[in-house]
């Protein structure tokens, strides 16, 4: 969108910073520079470290990679709240376009074919009315024109949340929860999965292993934020 259709659209349609809840100008994409500030961007040692502690044991997950550490009471948190609860679902879109901007020299080094949202349960995402995961993934997709496929994982298990649960049963929690709906089309093929958050990496290792199983030749882990388990 061009500078001044933005201006008239933030004229009459404002956005508002989901963090401290001041309009947002023209140029600010996700929060206000102020908030932004306040976020930690995640560097590689520490993707590095979670990664060794979250999937090394499994040989599921080939990579990963997030935008920010999540820290709770923060703009990281707030950002994900209003993505996740508050039908924020294009605030989710342009954080997707963000990650594939700020992390695009990782991620094309693995020569993705697709990117797959981590999908919810129909249940929950009839009562939510989105998959959160999708517009960051459709984000990623404008960023890095890598196609995404909503079609290929399906979630069969209604699970609790995972909020308060420790490592052994959130990987309980998620066991058996994701099926492949369609094998030909990850055959052979590197995929990205895309998530809000990753906290122990039961979700993702979950959707891995139901894709090894499917044939990928690769499975790498793409989210918005990291947080310590």
Avoid at 11 to 21: D, E, H, K, M, V
Avoid at 30 to 59: H, M, P, Q, W
Avoid at 111 to 118: G, K, R, S, T
């Amino acid at each position: 969108m061009i500078p001044f259709v933005n201006d008239i659209a933030d004229f009459f349609l404002p956005r508002i910073c989901p963090s401290c809840g001041n309009k947002l100008q023209p140029s600010e994409k996700i929060v206000c520079r102020k908030c932004f500030s306040l976020i930690t961007i995640a560097n590689k040692k520490y993707i590095d470290d979670e990664f060794f502690r979250k999937f090394s044991d499994g040989n599921v997950i080939s990579g990963l990679t997030s935008l920010m550490m999540f820290e709770k009471d923060s703009p990281s948190q707030h950002i994900l709240h209003s993505i996740k609860y508050d039908g924020l679902f294009s605030l989710g879109r342009s954080a997707g376009r963000m990650l594939g901007k700020l992390k695009k020299e990782v991620i094309s080094r693995w020569e993705a074919d697709l990117i797959i949202p981590v999908p919810l349960h129909k249940l929950k995402k009839a009562e939510r009315g989105y998959n959160q995961s999708y517009y960051i993934a459709k984000g990623l997709s404008e960023e890095l024109n890598i196609p995404v496929k909503n079609n290929i994982l399906k979630r069969i298990k209604y699970t609790e949340s995972q909020t308060k649960m420790n490592i052994s049963e959130r990987m309980e929690n998620m066991d058996s929860a994701f099926s492949l709906k369609r094998r030909d089309n990850v055959q052979g093929r590197r995929v990205i999965l895309v998530d809000d958050v990753v906290t122990t990496g039961a979700t993702l290792i979950s959707c891995g292993h139901v894709l090894a199983l499917g044939g990928t030749s690769k499975v790498y882990a793409v989210t918005l934020a990291i947080a310590l388990s």
